[in-house]
């Protein structure tokens, strides 16, 4: 009867969902049509009726039958009654004929596109969990969140209604002057506040550079061994990435390389991920030189460049270039904190235009009183404050972690344990010589609770580089005392 | 002479930016490398001679030349004094040889990809100003900033420091809770919570169905007339759009359709984007029918059913799928502020893990805490308060264009001057006669400082379509009353 099963479909709703009564009515009806127990063309009992099967007051059962009526599935009949729509169809979706029985649905095969199988699959970030020793990954507990708090209070009161209006000039202009400031100075990076696009980040300043500069299929060079981060969204964008290996200055192409032409050149010239070597200044003429020969853009991704430990920062790739043909990436997320999502892209002047638009288009930009709260936050000192400060806890938890591993260093031969890259940012990565099995060394850490990252995992043609790649900015100091030792022992344990 | 060079350099330097001392000194010398001024080789003057030549501190002056020499460009040589290395090349990226003149530098021509130049020239939001009468855009001034800045100050006071990290499980629990609640009884939309993965908007989550569903090159059906912003995504990420008419009832695809089978299918049932049609029950269900036999992915993007004013909002396309086939998004761009970035997807359950393991490599979500604030506003009311004073502000401002319109509705006919979409959202379409030049009369109020968009710039394919698109969502009541009876007689100018 149908009242039974309506009364059932409501005990089950309400059971379930905060309904409202004639929600639940509404909704059991509607199964009641589209699973044939109210077949096309039948009348339905009277609203009173309804009231007194179902135990409700006449106006839920009127609310529900008149939204089902606007909705297309009951139409009234003058001093007739109710009745089902002749053309409701079944929920199998084919056209409705009285008595036609019910199809199984179809289910859609939850199958992702061959570009959707790529990037779950490959490279994907499988300790999604953060570790001490993740490498890369800052120490936020320390970010200034009370001051933070006051001035991001302070712009919301000073907020007039288009502050929380999209934003088409590539960013709040104070804070774009921020950073242009900022980047001249410390970094070298020869630009005008115009030409500083603020992003959410790496991520969005990579997409915009592949989407607008590169066409599907083109080739991009990037850095073996790599940042997968960088890879995923070429990938993403059906780019060809091409693997250029490294040596201890930086990327190092060769005549075989100069047979896959890029489009674009991703590097981290300042501190390579993961194996943290710093391009000298003669391998980045070669590769300014280089691009010219093939027309490319260069991608220069720099990441953690405010946490230099020896000596001040080396000036940017971008300083050298006097083509206009390097972008410039950085991001607040290690200097401030991953959530703030705010990270800036500098473009050649005769790109600003295209890529504000792009950038409106594709991202429609917003959090402007955020952007504002970190234009002061910058131009009060607080954020050369909040660098100093941080970087003298890495210092400390730098040297600690180097202490803990200088035993299991040096030795004979030129494949001998050795560290890379500790002069700047929040890892450094300890290179073995090519018979270990780093890929071993991490498991069994993995198994004591530690997570390094193998350097051959970051690899992508190449097959002789071995090593460890370990985090210092997220692990406490007295983690990194009690851990370092289990790191060095598993290593000197595979060495021999 | 090198001194008077350098000067000169440093005078430069130090009107155009705040640089310190020693980097002026740094900047100075390297540019006289880099352009010939000291050879290769060449001995470099003591630093005491350069700290009297130039006026300068003798710290000044070792700080430049430490950092040159760190960076390779200097060479110092006991008791000898300091070089310029041998190796430093010139501007021009050719080996360094000496003597040889610099070349002149190849400037990369700021050339867009193919498909950046897609992106840029087609479709793009020509009017970036906010007009009043600017379709889709609500009125934000009337947002409860004071409350939510309360509600974002107590969720920062309470944040933990993963609360600053970026986010895995597709957005902050609580709120995605909240949205699924809200879908479920207001959307009659079948999910659990943890299905909804939350965006920073509709443009991301259709880049995330666009990149996970689709391939480069894959077929999209959009409807005819489109929502621009849904095509650039679709365009930059490569599939081939391919507009389908629709009519009174929503999409209507033919047979010459069926021919380029779609890969994901792109609808607006709620309130189709422009002309505000609801897509009838009987041609929902074809669609599911058509989307069935095609395999085809369907993205129902519900963007304003919050603002509904003839009765309760129509029940979802989603609400009707029993394939696992559509994926549901809305956004809470028109319901709070846009720049507040967030809105939802929520995917059929198979593909939950994908999808949020591609959120987070693609687009690495953060802001947490503002996402918790967002919860509380929801969970506590406010959005639904907030929606309702909205709702009677937008009624008032649509009444009120309907009545300016009045005048030049009806007439003989059936292509007689209408008004269709009117009973949702934050704009309505004036349906006008074929032909009508409908952007002639929008250049016409253009002149007179009224921007109304013309229906036939919406068209992708079809050109039978003739009308003016007019937002009253931001426009205040005054302006209404003030401009509506312009637009009346512009039309009934045209009309005739």
Not at 47 to 67: F, K, M, Y
């Amino acid at each position: 009867m149908l009242s039974e099963f309506l009364l059932a479909e409501m005990n089950r709703l309400g059971a379930q969902d905060a309904l409202p009564l004639h929600r639940q009515l509404y909704e059991a009806l509607r199964r009641a049509m589209l699973d044939g127990k109210l077949g096309a063309g039948e009348r339905l009992p009277s609203s009173r009726d309804l009231a007194q099967d179902l135990a409700l007051s006449r106006n839920t059962v009127v609310a529900a039958i008149n939204q089902l009526s606007v909705e297309g599935y009951l139409a009234s009949r003058v001093g007739s009654g109710t009745y089902v729509n002749d053309h409701v169809p079944r929920a199998s979706g084919a056209r409705a004929l009285r008595g036609a029985p019910a199809q199984a649905p179809h289910r859609q095969a939850p199958r992702l596109s061959r570009r959707g199988e790529a990037l779950a699959h490959r490279f994907s970030a499988h300790e999604l969990e953060v570790q001490p020793f993740t490498p890369g990954i800052a120490d936020f507990s320390a970010f200034p969140l009370a001051l933070w708090q006051r001035l991001q209070n302070k712009h919301w009161r000073m907020t007039y209604p288009d502050m929380l209006d999209y934003n088409t000039s590539g960013g709040y202009a104070p804070l774009r002057r921020a950073i242009a400031d900022y980047l001249r100075v410390f970094r070298s990076v020869q630009l005008e506040a115009d030409q500083v696009i603020v992003t959410t980040g790496t991520q969005q300043s990579l997409e915009l550079c592949a989407r607008l500069l590169a066409d599907h299929g083109d080739t991009v060079w990037v850095e073996d061994p790599a940042y997968w981060g960088a890879m995923k969204a070429f990938m993403a964008n059906g780019q060809r990435v091409h693997p250029v290996a490294t040596d201890d200055e930086g990327i190092r192409p060769t005549e075989a390389d100069d047979a896959e032409p890029p489009t674009l050149i991703y590097v981290t010239p300042s501190h390579q991920y993961p194996t943290g070597e710093v391009m000298s200044l003669a391998r980045r003429h070669q590769l300014l030189a280089t691009a010219r020969a093939h027309g490319a853009w260069v991608l220069e991704d720099d990441y953690d460049s405010e946490y230099r430990f020896s000596g001040p920062p080396i000036s940017s790739l971008e300083g050298l270039d006097l083509d206009g043909r390097v972008l410039y990436m950085g991001t607040f997320s290690k200097v401030l904190y991953p959530g703030l999502k705010l990270g800036y892209l500098v473009v050649p002047k005769g790109l600003v235009e295209a890529f504000r638009q792009a950038h409106y288009d594709l991202h429609r930009p917003g959090h402007m009183p955020t952007q504002a709260a970190l234009a002061e936050f910058i131009e009060m000192g607080h954020f050369a404050s909040s660098l100093r400060r941080a970087r003298q806890t890495y210092a400390e938890r730098r040297q600690c972690l180097l202490e803990a591993l200088g035993p299991v260093l040096g030795g004979e031969g030129p494949d001998a344990p050795r560290i890379s890259g500790a002069e700047q940012g929040l890892h450094l990565c300890l290179r073995l010589p090519a018979r270990i099995d780093d890929q071993a060394i991490a498991q069994r850490l993995a198994q004591q609770g530690l997570i390094v990252r193998p350097l051959s995992a970051y690899c992508l043609r190449r097959t002789d580089l071995r090593g460890l790649v370990i985090g210092y900015g997220y692990a406490a100091l007295a983690e990194i005392r009690q851990c370092g030792p289990l790191i060095a022992a598993a290593v000197r344990k595979a060495v021999g």
